[in-house]
């Protein structure tokens, strides 16, 4: 079942059937709380025709609906914990279906191993490589509390609890993606230009960003 007319067609509950393929190339961005996901998928939408979804902010545009989901992800979100994957990654799915374009950049996904099978197992894909921002505790605390946003939860009670499902529940994400030889990471606690010059090297065709060629192409996707 087709939901919408695109260029991106991606699976939808139950749509096992017709043998149509579709090329989507997907970067997941990974790191802490204030890494500087946002920041530098800002650069690298511009600079390597991606389509940035940033799914706090997907998530956050939901909670002005005034919808029951709405309220529940305030609710999880003011808290610094994680949104139901299954939520999480419908609103995701939509957003990517109204959009022509055949290369995303998924900020903040995955946060837990919940949100990568959620993802596998409604979209039958998998990340072509997985972007990892690190960078040191102190460093993103002190980001995130001059960041200025209005963000309900860049307080400082939110932000720690924010950093312990990183460490708990968003690291072991890593694993699995190291163990895929998908890891792709940058030293993050630098300037904004310097951690974009790194990223450059990863994203540039030709350049060591240890994409073997034959891999570096698009998956094609049986719907
Ligand atoms: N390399 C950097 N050096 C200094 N400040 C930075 C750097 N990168 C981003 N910032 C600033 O830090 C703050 C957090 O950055 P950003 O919003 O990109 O982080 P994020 O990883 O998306 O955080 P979150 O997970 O909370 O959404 C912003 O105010 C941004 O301008
Ligand atoms: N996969 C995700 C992504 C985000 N959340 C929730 O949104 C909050 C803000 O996310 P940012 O990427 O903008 O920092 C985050 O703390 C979670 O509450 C989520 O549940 N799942
Ligand atoms: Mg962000």
Redesign the pocket.
Known sequence: MQVRQSKMDLHKEGDTGSAKQKKVKIVFVI??????????CKRIAQQFGYTHL?V?EILRQETSSGSETGSMIQKIMKEGKLVPSDVTVRLLQQAMQGIDNDKFLI??FPRDEENVKVFEDLTKMEPEFVLY?DCPQDEMEK??L????G?E??NIETIRK?FKVFVESTLPTIEYYESKGKIRKVD?????D??FESIKVIFSPGKDNKVPPSKHKCKCLIL
């Open positions: 790191g802490g709380p204030g890494s500087g996901k946002g920041t530098q940033s706090g900020d903040g921002l980001r995130l001059s960041r200025n946003e963000r939860d860049d924010r993050a606690g630098k300037s904004i310097e951690v």
